[in-house]
């Protein structure tokens, strides 16, 4: 899908690739702004390559956690705009950011090519009254590009929980248990995990534990932002 007028979501600039939507000057700033963070919970720490405290102390059960930046302006504003007012154009921008985040590491040798694609899922209201899934609309592409299998029905919501925005970490992770449900083949797999925005982890450990429970082999976390 063309970007509008072909201009840069962020500076506005004449944009040379109009399907990358987001020029190179910006992608740049966007993708070194990220502070020294740990390899494992992505929050901020001494190393990029040795977990942090907190890691050693509660090892989370995912191996990787990667993201774009921290949920902060000119980033958030875009992944709100995809996820509540409609902007589903930006899906493949923000996946590209996604993408460029992940050959980084994967350079840097921190970070191994998944095997399966799976999304967060919506339950099936929420699903119905938003029209979309954000992070569907994330993962169709990044599993594309990669070259690997995805599938947008391995993940399974089956009950319907309170927002998770209205409640503490403690409440976060109650309020999850036994609200997913996993139909994909993931044993023996290194599956890449991917959602939007990663608050207190809540969600993915819950689905991670659920996927580690049926033998995937690790569990990659992609998020387009972080909250730090």
């Given at each position: 899908?063309?970007?509008?007028?072909?201009?840069?979501?962020?500076?506005?600039?004449?944009?040379?690739?109009?399907?990358?939507?987001?020029?190179?000057?910006?992608?740049?700033?966007?993708?070194?702004?990220?502070?020294?963070?740990?390899?494992?919970?992505?929050?901020?720490?001494?190393?990029?390559?040795?977990?942090?405290?907190r890691c050693l102390l509660k090892t989370p059960p995912?191996?990787?956690?990667?993201?774009?930046?921290?949920?902060?302006?000119?980033?958030?504003?875009?992944?709100?705009?995809?996820?509540?007012?409609?902007?589903?154009?930006?899906?493949?921008?923000?996946?590209?950011?996604?993408?460029?985040?992940?050959?980084?590491?994967?350079?840097?040798?921190?970070?191994?090519?998944?095997?399966?694609?799976?999304?967060?899922?919506?339950?099936?209201?929420?699903?119905?009254?938003?029209?979309?899934?954000?992070?569907?609309?994330?993962?169709?592409?990044?599993?594309?590009?990669?070259?690997?299998?995805?599938?947008?029905?391995?993940?399974?919501?089956?009950?319907?929980?309170?927002?998770?925005?209205?409640?503490?970490?403690?409440?976060?992770?109650?309020?999850?248990?036994?609200?997913?449900?996993?139909?994909?083949?993931?044993?023996?797999?290194?599956?890449?995990?991917?959602?939007?925005?990663?608050?207190?982890?809540?969600?993915?450990?819950?689905?991670?534990?659920?996927?580690?429970?049926?033998?995937?082999?690790?569990?990659?976390?992609?998020?387009?932002?972080?909250?730090?």
């Amino acid at each position: 899908m063309l970007t509008i007028n072909a201009l840069c979501w962020l500076c506005q600039q004449p944009l040379w690739f109009s399907r990358q939507g987001i020029c190179r000057c910006c992608a740049d700033y966007l993708l070194n702004r990220r502070e020294t963070c740990c390899p494992r919970c992505g929050l901020p720490a001494g190393s990029r390559r040795l977990c942090c405290g907190r890691c050693l102390l509660k090892t989370p059960p995912w191996e990787s956690l990667l993201y774009v930046t921290d949920y902060r302006p000119p980033l958030s504003g875009l992944v709100k705009k995809l996820k509540y007012q409609g902007g589903t154009g930006l899906a493949r921008v923000l996946a590209r950011l996604l993408l460029l985040r992940w050959l980084e590491e994967r350079h840097l040798h921190r970070c191994d090519k998944p095997d399966l694609v799976l999304n967060v899922p919506l339950h099936t209201y929420r699903h119905w009254r938003r029209g979309y899934n954000q992070t569907d609309l994330l993962a169709r592409p990044l599993a594309r590009w990669l070259g690997v299998e995805y599938l947008s029905l391995g993940l399974e919501r089956i009950r319907a929980v309170v927002p998770q925005q209205t409640l503490h970490a403690g409440d976060r992770r109650r309020n999850l248990h036994g609200a997913f449900a996993c139909h994909a083949d993931v044993a023996g797999k290194t599956v890449a995990l991917v959602d939007d925005v990663i608050t207190t982890g809540s969600t993915m450990d819950e689905i991670t534990h659920i996927l580690l429970a049926q033998r995937a082999r690790a569990v990659q976390v992609w998020s387009v932002c972080r909250t730090l």
